[in-house]
């Protein structure tokens, strides 16, 4: 495999390593944000603010607001370059020198990875399964002694993205069942096998690390999902839910409905697999200007307010991560214009730039909550 020399030629260069030193311990309650776009929207001239209108290095702004760990996708080859490994590492090391905690989350794909696409990388679509579970480790590995290089000691990393549905199609693809459920037993085998080769390389690379396998919707409670999982032979340290609990039209539930279930799921996922769990991705609405704005800020503030205060009240919750919450102003990315998507409208900056209150409602929240 193309990564076997360099990640062993790098491990005999590394047996002692000075880390960055951040701003909270290990262990405690995550106010995170993943900003895996903010090189890009830098790189097209957007600004952002303070309140008193001066612009702002954004990873400056978020940690005086109380941010204290970062989030940080990786794609394996994407066309346009933006979050493969030279960009996140960029990131990583400017969240590192401002004590940010780091989160990797390793998509495996040259794009994004959901419960819709999981698509194997271009390299990678030809390979058997005993080729795809050595891609795994080896490319984790790579990933991780590349931070590791850079005196970034990354506290979690995710082994997939959003991977109810499986990772690494179609060789690690769990087909829906009549029952709700996915995965044949045989399909089973092949996704934890791989899930399992991605924990033990990434605690080859940092043995102290939290591996999380993370799937969407965290109002549903797939408790047959982690059965199966830990049945299979796959290993994770913290599970990780996505929640979005504004899109209605996504579930077919109120708010109030989708953080009650949000709640009542932790708990249990907590008290029946005995690991912790964290909110990986959180967003609410945030689109227009003046009044129809306010609106809708007011009410996502109230969203964020209600969800934050049920994560803290559980023993066993470690944090929770707004998903790209620098966006603003109908920005998008570059890979979305040929598919003519828009612009993400659940960011938490306002029209001007400057930080939205459901953003500030989250990065005060649990300042004294440890695990």
């Excluded at 830990?230 to 708010?255: E, F, N, Q, T, V």
Aim: net charge negative; charged share 25%; proline share 4%.
């Amino acid at each position: 495999m193309r990564f076997r020399l360099w990640v062993i030629g790098l491990a005999s260069v590394l047996l002692t390593a000075c880390y960055h030193k951040t701003d909270s311990p290990r262990g405690s309650w995550a106010r995170g944000c993943d900003i895996s776009w903010l090189s890009e929207m830098e790189h097209d001239g957007v600004a952002f603010y303070d309140e008193d209108g001066a612009s702002r290095d954004c990873m400056d702004l978020l940690r005086e607001q109380g941010m204290n760990a970062v989030r940080l996708r990786v794609w394996v080859n994407h066309a346009t370059g933006w979050s493969n490994l030279p960009d996140m590492l960029a990131l990583a090391k400017r969240a590192a020198k401002r004590g940010q905690r780091i989160m990797v989350d390793i998509h495996y794909s040259d794009f994004f990875a959901d419960p819709h696409s999981q698509t194997t990388p271009a390299y990678w679509q030809s390979y058997d399964y005993d080729l795809m579970l050595e891609a795994v480790q080896e490319y984790t590995l790579f990933v991780l002694y590349a931070l590791k290089e850079e005196g970034i000691k990354p506290e979690w990393v995710q082994i997939g993205n959003e991977t109810p549905n499986g990772m690494l199609w179609p060789i690690g693809k769990l087909s829906p069942n009549a029952d709700g459920t996915t995965g044949s037993d045989e399909e089973w085998t092949r996704y934890a096998g791989l899930t399992a080769m991605g924990y033990k390389a990434a605690k080859e690379a940092f043995d102290d690390i939290n591996v999380i396998v993370h799937v969407d919707n965290a109002y549903e409670y797939r408790d047959w999902f982690w059965r199966q999982m830990r049945a299979h032979g796959g290993k994770w340290d913290m599970i990780g839910l996505s929640h979005y609990p504004m899109m209605a039209a996504w579930s077919g539930k109120c708010w109030q409905e989708m953080n009650e279930l949000a709640e009542k799921n932790v708990k249990q996922l907590i008290d029946e697999f005995h690991t912790p769990v964290m909110i990986c991705e959180v967003g609410m609405m945030n689109y227009g200007t003046g009044a129809l704005y306010e609106q809708v800020s007011t009410l996502s503030d109230s969203v964020m307010t209600d969800f934050v205060q049920r994560m803290e009240r559980i023993d066993g919750c470690a944090g929770i991560f707004y998903w790209e919450p620098e966006v603003y102003g109908g920005w998008r990315p570059q890979e979305y214009i040929p598919l003519g998507w828009g612009g993400y409208d659940m960011g938490a900056f306002t029209p001007e730039g400057r930080p939205a209150p459901a953003l500030k409602t989250l990065l005060k929240s649990g300042k004294e909550r440890k695990l």
